[in-house]
């Protein structure tokens, strides 16, 4: 038996890059998954045995249907990973060069989204007295990188948001924590090569372990946060990233 059996998993961004590595692994140790994704992930879905629903998670809206067409589907929630983000395709450039368009939109998704769902989730999970919430966050926010201050910035409000959150929701006995990956080689990466080029050296000399990070790399400790194995451990962060990072 999985170690995920019979729970219900909504992974947000779960269509594609990392996303869609959470939802595969979920899926194979048990759980139904919901993958919450803007773009198509019927495919995907239909693959894991799992459920897609449109979201766009900047959209309080959306993020309510989400959650409700969840428990239409399953009648609970169990975990929720919060993943949708912009990073990839966000070009590397000066603070000064970032208009605030692009630093709204960057909050809207990053920030926004992941405090929409968990809006929309965390009553459901509230009225059970039980669940997991993942927020995926980022290397980055510990150790600082030039040309990156929208994303960054984001991702440091989610370890706010996560340390902040696991105090008022303990009492219902809700684990919330961070996923933080390091420099992750997914295929959505894959499609700017700028973002390699400009930090793979950077990265790798800041490792223990020199090598680079692969998707597959976070599966063990995803797993571990969205099971029964994480139910004392609130409010932390693990990062992922071959000890670039001490958190």
Same mark, same amino acid.
């Given at each position: 038996?999985?170690?995920? @059996?019979?729970? $219900?998993?909504?992974?947000? =961004?779960?269509?594609? =890059?990392?996303?869609?590595?959470?939802?595969? &692994?979920? #899926?194979? !140790?048990?759980?139904?998954?919901?993958?919450?994704?803007? $773009?198509?992930? !019927?495919?995907?879905?239909? %693959?894991?045995?799992?459920?897609?629903?449109?979201?766009?998670?900047?959209?309080?809206?959306? &993020?309510? #249907?989400? #959650? @409700?067409?969840?428990?239409? !589907?399953?009648? /609970?929630?169990d975990?929720?990973?919060?993943? #949708?983000?912009?990073?990839s395709?966000?070009?590397?450039?000066?603070?000064?060069d970032?208009?605030? *368009?692009?630093? *709204?939109?960057?909050?809207?998704?990053?920030?926004?989204?992941?405090?929409?769902?968990?809006?929309a989730?965390?009553?459901?999970?509230?009225?059970?007295?039980? =669940? /997991?919430?993942?927020?995926?966050?980022?290397? +980055? +926010?510990?150790?600082?990188?030039?040309?990156?201050?929208?994303?960054?910035?984001?991702?440091?409000?989610?370890?706010?948001?996560?340390?902040?959150?696991?105090? @008022?929701?303990? %009492?219902?006995?809700?684990?919330?924590?961070?996923?933080?990956?390091?420099? $992750?080689?997914?295929?959505? $990466?894959?499609?700017n090569?700028?973002?390699?080029?400009?930090? @793979? *050296?950077?990265?790798? &000399?800041?490792? &223990?372990l020199k090598?680079?990070?692969?998707?597959?790399?976070l599966?063990?400790?995803?797993?571990?946060?969205?099971?029964? %194995?994480?139910?004392?451990?609130?409010?932390? +962060?693990?990062?992922?990233?071959? =000890?670039?990072?001490? +958190?």
């Open positions: 038996m999985g170690r995920l @059996e019979g729970k $219900i998993c909504i992974v947000t =961004g779960g269509a594609a =890059g990392l996303g869609r590595t959470y939802c595969k &692994a979920m #899926a194979a !140790e048990g759980a139904h998954v919901v993958v919450a994704d803007i $773009i198509d992930g !019927e495919e995907l879905a239909g %693959d894991i045995g799992g459920l897609y629903a449109k979201t766009d998670v900047s959209s309080p809206q959306s &993020a309510c #249907a989400c #959650a @409700e067409r969840t428990i239409a !589907e399953y009648g /609970k929630i975990v929720l990973v919060n993943n #949708a983000a912009l990073y395709k966000l070009p590397m450039q000066p603070y000064a970032i208009d605030f *368009d692009l630093w *709204d939109q960057v909050m809207a998704v990053n920030v926004r989204g992941a405090f929409a769902m968990i809006k989730v965390g009553p459901v999970m509230q009225a059970r007295k039980t =669940g /997991k919430i993942i927020n995926i966050t980022s290397g +980055t +926010t510990y150790k600082g990188m030039p040309n990156m201050l929208h994303y960054i910035t984001s991702k440091g409000a989610l370890v706010a948001m996560t340390r902040a959150l696991s105090r @008022e929701l303990g %009492d219902s006995n809700i684990c919330v924590n961070n996923l933080s990956p390091g420099l $992750i080689l997914s295929d959505s $990466i894959a499609q090569k700028n973002h390699i080029d400009q930090t @793979e *050296d950077r990265v790798l &000399a800041s490792r &223990a090598r680079h990070g692969f998707p597959n790399d599966i063990g400790a995803l797993i571990f946060l969205a099971s029964s %194995d994480s139910d004392f451990v609130t409010g932390q +962060t693990i990062a992922v990233d071959g =000890g670039s990072v001490n +958190t």
